[in-house]
Structure formats: structure tokens, C-alpha cells
């Protein structure tokens, strides 16, 4: 088992920056890929970022390419999310999930673990 908890979402203005934490629990969390997912109101969860075990590849949604960037540091068990230039079409509540499977997925329903999520809200 793997325990994930999301933190540092809030409030923001349109172009501010927030910085999002993953911080796992449990197994090694060096065997895990860890994706971001968001979802926000009146629609289905979507990709945002992931990055594989070691840190050395990372995808992106189009949407947000360019301007989030995901990290891991596998000694502290976290993944972070550094999200610059935010629009209102990023708020939404964002997920960290992990994959026990090596292979790097875009798929929300290939990923074994989840954590509560955190709310991050931006005005125009």
C-alpha cells in the first residue's frame, strides 16, 4: 500500500504561480510511477503530468505544457507540481496517483493509489 497526500493548493490570480506536493507513505516509492490528474466542477478527472520512477522522463497535457513542470525526489518520497502562468480553466481539484507498473500512462484507471486531492482555485 501506498498512501499519497496532496497539499499547496488555494487561491490564486490568473498568471500567479502555486507549487503542489505529493508526499507518500507505505512501499518504496521509487518503484512507483506518479502522475497528476485534475478534475474540476461538472467534469470527468483528466491527465495533467506524470514522471517515471527514476525522475528521468516526464509527459505533459498539452494543455498545461510549457508551463507546469513535475519533479520527483525519491529520498523525501514527493512528487511536486510547479504550475506558472495560471489560467481560470486550471482550477480544479488535483489528484496525485501512483502506478505500480513501470510503463508511463495517461490513464486515470492505470493507476493503483490516490490521494485525497487539493483545491486550487483560479480568478480572472
Known amino acids: 500500500q501506498v498512501q499519497l497526500v496532496e497539499s499547496g493548493g488555494g487561491l490564486v490570480h490568473s498568471g500567479d504561480s502555486l507549487r503542489l506536493a505529493c508526499a507518500a507513505s507505505g512501499r518504496i516509492f521509487s518503484n512507483y510511477v506518479v502522475g497528476w490528474f485534475r478534475q474540476a466542477p461538472g467534469k470527468e478527472r483528466e491527465f495533467v503530468a506524470l514522471?517515471?520512477?527514476?525522475?528521468?522522463?516526464?509527459f505533459y497535457a498539452d494543455s498545461v505544457k510549457g508551463r507546469f513542470t513535475i519533479s520527483r525526489d525519491n529520498a523525501k518520497n514527493t512528487v511536486s507540481l510547479q504550475m506558472n502562468s495560471l489560467k481560470p480553466e486550471d482550477t480544479a481539484v488535483y489528484y496525485c496517483?501512483?502506478?505500480?507498473?513501470?510503463?508511463?500512462?495517461?490513464?486515470?484507471?492505470?493507476?493503483?493509489?490516490w490521494g485525497q486531492g487539493t483545491q486550487v482555485t483560479v480568478s480572472s
Open positions: 496517483a501512483a502506478r505500480r507498473d513501470i510503463t508511463l500512462s495517461t490513464q486515470q484507471y492505470g493507476y493503483n493509489y
Open positions: 514522471i517515471s520512477r527514476s525522475g528521468g522522463s516526464t
